[in-house]
């Protein structure tokens, strides 16, 4: 009887145990899903910007708002719906800053209309430190779960082994867990360079492509429903300097959300916008008063700027900065921050800006103001062209450095002729930094250069920044200074190594000290064939230019030469036939280059389209070589 008895107590127990587990495991499970629940809520009122002031008219404000951009994926995906039908595939979801990656990934979260499948929203930086719970619940649940997984160039363009490390532990829970699907948001550059050897799933690639006049109709009448605003276009129009800018502000979903917001403001802005520059500085200013007014903001203008632009240069430079508490309390600044992170001792941890591009137009501002200002100084000019700044800098600088007036122009000229003049021999970033700025100036530097090319530096930094200079003057020896560059890249040389290393890094292929990397064979990216997607769509770009500025023209003149070391050093991965077209149809207008220089480019292109040609046919061979039955039929 009593054997009996402890047989009876022996399964109870174990049943309540498993009872309990079961309640427990239920718990889990039920917490996860309210926890996303929760966090649809906070995302459909948070996902808009703070300067897009809708959140208290409707509901469901970024479902009001969400236009679908142009995507590209074969016209699989046509409307909305299309969108949610992928939800069944691993995907990933790139595009070019600003495209709208976020926000249509946040609106395919938060509007998933599919009770049998659950939608987990995360970006990279919450997903490491919250993927135990995630890995928990994926353990005690058949449920159809899409996790997606935001803003990888954001979390990790400091730090590609992370993003690669990410991207394995992706990979093996897609396949360990079937009921599981994958998504991906991130630039389409940042991902090519790291997908190698990482990516272990099949998955559907959506394209995401530039807005269209009809995308931003769509959003202008959007956005004038749900507010009221009338004639939202017309004001538009009225803030442009030139009627043409529109083109390539509404292409831009980040764009034309900052001048939707200008041009719902009384008194808009002090002057008319020019350039992208203008737009980011006028936002910036209109921002700081619409905080002032509404009394969230009590710093003054100088001094919000400036923590914003420490701010910025400590991200864009180390990933993060702290901020203190009493900064963060000022509307102005918290407002274009996301997702600051409190610390023990109140401070905030900062990784983001509300979009990036905001932090690359600070940095840029930073330069334009010392180059500017009416008494000018020159140790500050000095440390701030210390920094190594990017493509993504240097684009805004230009940008407003070629609206200057010419008087404007020279009194810069003269002050960077006189502080290379006070530059050590060893300065080498700082020298060159003052002949790239100059020489893109646009204005006459011949006097400045011929006095370098007359010391014929051997430095070879140096020696591609004067050439690039070089060949956008007038002057015959310049001239035959530039073309002396190209031939020596044609030869791949010391030249060529290093020309290609600073490209890659110029354009953020590459995250290193571009005053020591060199782009050799046995570097990592090059015997993948990779790290140059960016630089290798930049040069496209310069190849199809038609009617635009001199320097896509006499840029050629390196472009071609450097393009065909850049193929040969990666073994002529990625090569297509559009590739070759587009290489095919390069020309040399007379207007542009001299008898000899387009002798040389001529010659240049011809190696370029026979190793091009016989690449495409190796190719083609080893193919067909592989599928003996697709030669046969």
């Avoid at 935001?150 to 993003?163: I, K, S, T």
């Avoid at 995250?511 to 990397?517: G, I, K, Q, V």
């Avoid at 030469?561 to 991965?573: D, I, Q």
Wanted: some cysteine; overall charge positive; hydrophobic content about 35%.
């Amino acid at each position: 009887m009593a054997d009996l008895i402890d047989i009876i107590i022996k399964f109870f127990t174990k049943l309540y145990d498993w009872i309990m587990k079961f309640v427990k495991r239920q718990e889990i499970v039920e917490d996860f899903q309210k926890q996303f629940h929760d966090k649809k809520i906070l995302l459909e009122k948070n996902t808009l910007p703070s300067w897009i002031n809708v959140k208290n008219t409707v509901d469901n404000p970024l479902s009001a708002l969400f236009v679908l951009p142009p995507i590209d994926n074969t016209g699989r995906v046509k409307d909305k719906k299309d969108l949610f039908n992928l939800l069944t595939k691993n995907c990933l979801v790139l595009g070019d800053a600003g495209i709208g990656k976020s926000t249509l990934l946040r609106y395919i979260f938060a509007h998933n209309s599919d009770s049998n499948t659950l939608v987990a929203y995360y970006t990279a930086e919450e997903w490491n430190s919250q993927k135990e719970d995630a890995k928990t619940y994926l353990k005690l649940t058949k449920t159809k779960t899409v996790l997606i997984i935001d803003g990888l160039d954001e979390a990790f363009h400091m730090n590609p082994g992370g993003c690669k490390a990410l991207l394995r532990e992706l990979s093996e829970l897609s396949r360990k867990h079937k009921n599981v699907k994958i998504w991906i948001g991130c630039r389409k550059a940042f991902f090519e360079k790291l997908r190698s050897n990482c990516v272990a799933f099949e998955y559907e690639k959506v394209q995401l492509k530039a807005w269209k006049e009809k995308q931003a109709k769509s959003f202008i009448k959007n956005y004038q429903q749900i507010t009221g605003e009338r004639r939202l276009k017309p004001k538009i129009e009225n803030l442009l300097r030139f009627p043409s800018l529109i083109d390539s502000f509404q292409n831009n979903p980040f764009r034309l959300e900052l001048l939707v917001f200008l041009a719902s403001r009384k008194n808009a802005t002090a002057g008319k916008i020019e350039n992208s520059y203008d737009l980011y500085y006028q936002f910036l200013l209109g921002w700081i008063k619409n905080e002032q007014k509404r009394k969230t903001s009590t710093m003054d203008q100088s001094l919000v700027l400036g923590h914003l632009l420490s701010a910025a240069k400590c991200i864009y430079s180390d990933g993060k900065c702290v901020i203190d508490k009493t900064v963060m309390e000022d509307s102005a600044i918290s407002g274009l921050l996301r997702m600051p992170e409190e610390r023990l001792d109140g401070s905030f941890c900062v990784r983001e800006f509300y979009h990036r591009s905001i932090i690359e137009f600070l940095v840029a501002y930073e330069l334009v103001e010392a180059f500017t200002e009416k008494k000018p100084d020159f140790y500050k000019l000095k440390s701030i062209l210390s920094q190594n700044l990017k493509d993504d800098i240097t684009n805004f600088v230009n940008a407003k450095l070629q609206s200057l007036s010419g008087n404007e122009k020279e009194l810069i000229k003269e002050r960077l002729k006189r502080l290379y003049s006070e530059t050590l021999e060893n300065e080498v970033s700082i020298q060159e930094k003052i002949i790239y700025h100059i020489t893109r100036l646009g204005v006459d530097a011949s006097d400045f250069l011929r006095e370098i090319v007359n010391t014929n530096p051997q430095n070879y930094i140096l020696r591609l920044t004067l050439a690039y200079g070089c060949a956008l003057c007038q002057d015959g020896d310049l001239r035959r200074y530039a073309l002396n560059y190209a031939e020596s890249l044609a030869n791949n040389s010391q030249d060529a190594i290093t020309n290609r290393a600073w490209t890659v890094v110029y354009f953020g292929d590459v995250d290193a000290d571009p005053y020591t990397y060199k782009d050799n064979k046995d570097d990592n990216w090059v015997q993948k064939g990779t790290g140059w997607e960016r630089a290798r769509a930049a040069r496209l770009k310069r190849f199809s230019a038609r009617g635009n500025r001199d320097k896509d023209y006499r840029f050629r003149l390196f472009d071609i030469p450097l393009f065909r070391t850049f193929l040969e050093t990666r073994n002529w991965a990625d090569i297509s036939e559009n590739e070759y077209t587009i290489i095919s149809n390069v020309e040399f207008p007379p207007e542009y280059f001299g008898s000899e220089e387009r002798e040389f480019l001529s010659r240049e292109k011809e190696k370029l389209l026979r190793g091009y040609r016989a690449a495409l046919d190796e190719r083609e061979n080893n193919q067909l070589q592989k599928s003996p039955k697709d030669k046969a039929k």
